[in-house]
């Protein structure tokens, strides 16, 4: 059963030593201590972690209302990360979960940054149970969490939730993210987060993001994490 993103890309925890001895101006021990939890199950690399420790912070010392949402969550990296960051700080909001656990549709096609052309041709192992065991793993238990699984064209029209004071999107392909922004920007609260994966790497993601942000006024500012991930605040 899927467990460790190293089962998937070999040098990835090497990737994350080299990145945190190269990145010398992200500080902090607690910050490194929870990454450390954290970094075995995800592929996001350090800046993309920094971006959201200091997004919650945010959220936290602005007392932004609203619970979290993450649309990939993968084996669960990200997602613990926030978990471990929340109980750290005493903060107490509903993390919420959505991923087919199989990823995309097949045949989905997209194109990477470069000109790469993807196409998604076969169905992973369902690894909902990996990450399940991930978490409770790294945080203790699944309380706080709510995973919905399935494709999000699927779940999100018929799943309730609050307003968010964070929103990350990490589903890579055109038809998901637009469909993550019409449903989800929305319920995000002024001033809340958002964060769109793979938005310098995908392009059906930016192209998705850039769609729909062109049809909203005022639009967020969007800045650069690292060559995937953009990030910004409703405003």
Known sequence: ???????????????HA??????????????????ALACPFSMVHVPGFYNVNQSLKYIRDNAIPGDLV??????????IFMRLCLTRWG???????????????????????GGQELVW???MENHRAGTEENIVEATGSLDGFHIVEGFVEQTLPVTSLPELALLRLDTDFYESTRVEFELLYPKLTRGGVLIVDD???????????????????????????DQGVWAGVKP
Do not use: W
């Open 18 to 35: 080299d990145e945190l001895a190269h990145y010398s101006e992200i500080q902090g021990d607690e910050f490194k201590e929870l990454f």
């Open 199 to 225: 938005y310098g790497y995908f392009q059906g993601s930016r192209r998705a993001t850039d769609e729909y942000l062109a049809t909203i006024r005022p639009t967020p500012l969007l800045n650069r994490i």
């Open 70 to 79: 993450e649309c990939g969550c993968a084996l669960g990296g990200v997602a």
């Open 91 to 113: 903060m107490n909001r509903t993390i919420h979960l959505f991923d087919t656990f199989v990823g995309p549709p097949i045949g989905s096609r997209d194109t990477i940054h």
């Open 1 to 15: 059963m899927l467990r460790r993103v190293n089962e998937l890309h070999a040098k990835i925890d090497q990737i």
């Open 121 to 123: 041709s076969a169905a």
